[in-house]
């Protein structure tokens, strides 16, 4: 299987334009690892268009941003990319790491994927809404979303799904502890909300298959 | 089954959210500002998503409780 990486971007609500844009990160670490990849955006992000890439590229690592549900993963306007039971044979074999609410309790558990990481739960994201229209900007997402892109990053890197999963859980914790025990940048009004969302997100966080899997 | 002191201590910690904040529950909740979440909550016995915020505050101080 050729070292590529498949990853969607999809941009249709706040919420996935955020995944996406802080996602791009993903994309530069793995052209800087020599690592061939397939970023589909926006409109592209449909069934089709994805299946197609899957079959005709064959990524060993493919990182999926969206919505989703237990059993699903959801592209573009919600369209069901990948779902349990249906067309999950397309995740054989290659290393998944789904930013999506839920997949990885059905779809992440069920799936033959070489190595699956994904959440088993509500993937919460705390925004400034006034910077919706710059995502990056938004420093207020920035311990949420910096935790849980470590994971694909180190993949993109050539680190092991193991070591990456075990990574983004390190990170999840250090925000926890330094937004706990010391100042930030944040209100300890805000605290009283981020904290349980940024440590629900740690915890619903999952692996599944096998850990020293690599790109 | 939410305890009604479960829900008035999450409500309590989310009427300090700023006015300019909002959270994104995914694709079931949507993007929802400061009240919206307490309404939610309000009914966490009957709706998920006031469910699923009660647990993952819950989660958290007892997690802040055993450090």
Redesign the interface.
Same mark, same amino acid.
């Given at each position: 299987m050729p070292r590529t990486m498949l990853i969607t971007l999809p941009d249709f609500?706040?919420?996935v334009s955020?995944v996406s844009a802080w996602s791009e990160e993903i994309i530069r670490a793995a052209e800087k690892n020599g690592i061939k990849t397939v970023p589909v955006r926006g409109d592209g992000v449909t069934r089709s268009h994805v299946t197609s890439d899957i079959k005709s590229k064959n990524p060993s690592f493919i990182a999926f941003n969206g919505?989703?549900?237990e059993t699903c993963i959801?592209g573009q306007n919600?369209e069901p990319l990948i779902t349990l039971g249906e067309n999950d044979g397309l995740l054989d074999s290659r290393i998944i790491h789904a930013l999506?609410? =839920?997949s990885a309790s059905g779809l992440g558990r069920g799936c033959k994927a070489r190595a699956f990481i994904g959440y088993d739960?509500?993937?919460?994201?705390?925004?400034?809404?006034?910077k919706t229209s710059r995502p990056l900007s938004d420093m207020?997402v920035r311990p949420i979303l910096e935790s849980a892109m470590e994971a694909p990053r180190q993949i993109a890197k050539g680190e092991s799904a193991g070591n990456a999963y075990a990574k983004s859980q390190e990170t999840y914790q250090k925000f926890i502890d330094h937004m706990?025990l010391s100042s930030s940048e944040h209100?300890?009004?805000?605290l009283?909300?981020i904290?349980?969302?940024l440590? =629900?997100n740690k915890?619903c966080q999952k692996i599944f298959g096998d850990r020293e899997a690599r790109i | 089954m939410v305890s009604s002191s479960e829900i008035e201590l999450v409500i309590a910690?989310?009427r300090?959210?700023?006015d300019?904040?909002?959270?994104?529950?995914?694709?079931?909740?949507g993007?929802m500002?400061r009240e919206a979440l307490i309404e939610h909550v309000k009914n966490a016995n009957k709706d998920d998503?006031g469910k699923?915020i009660v647990?993952?505050?819950m989660?958290?101080?007892r997690?802040?409780g055993r450090a």
């Open positions: 609500d706040v919420t955020y919505h989703g549900s959801a919600n999506t609410c =839920s739960g509500i993937f919460w994201l705390y925004m400034d809404n006034n207020k706990t209100t300890a009004e805000e009283q909300v904290l349980p969302f440590h =629900s915890e | 910690r989310l300090a959210m700023p300019n904040a909002m959270v994104s529950a995914g694709i079931g909740g993007v500002g998503i699923k647990e993952a505050h989660s958290y101080l997690s802040v």
